[in-house]
């Protein structure tokens, strides 16, 4: 059974970066995708960024192109997520995500999660 644990997460102000990263336990296949979503109070779940575990098809919400960047360490099982220029709306819990096929951004496309990890931008 493939289980994803985040860390990385914290308190940082408006202009600061962090790196969030995913340690994935079990066999990660090339067929499966990784993606990065996050959910701020009241609000959905949303995609963040996505990628296939070969590293090929990254893709990124508009909200932080340019801004974000994911990545993977094969050799780690490690998925991560840097993230530069953080901005007060970036504020959320970041969650990381696994599906077997081509990354999508529909949450309920991936069957399995992380417990999440906060990440907070103040001003």
């Known amino acids: 059974q493939v289980q994803l644990v985040e860390s990385g997460g914290g308190l940082v102000q408006a202009g600061d970066s962090l790196r969030l990263s995913c340690v994935i336990s079990?066999?990660?296949?090339?067929?499966?995708?990784m993606a990065w979503f996050r959910q701020a109070p009241g609000k959905e779940r949303e995609f963040v960024a996505g990628?296939?575990?070969?590293?090929?098809?990254?893709n990124y919400a508009d909200s932080v192109k340019g801004r974000f960047t994911i990545s993977r360490d094969n050799a780690k099982n490690t998925v991560y997520l840097e993230m530069n220029s953080l901005k007060r709306e970036d504020t959320a819990v970041y969650y990381c995500?696994?599906?077997?096929?081509?990354?999508?951004?529909?949450?309920?496309?991936?069957?399995?999660w992380g417990q999440g990890t906060q990440v907070i931008v103040s001003t």
């Open positions: 990628m296939r575990w070969n590293g090929n098809s990254p």
């Open positions: 995500a696994r599906r077997v096929g081509s990354p999508t951004r529909g949450a309920s496309d991936y069957n399995t």
């Open positions: 079990g066999r990660a296949f090339s067929s499966t995708a």
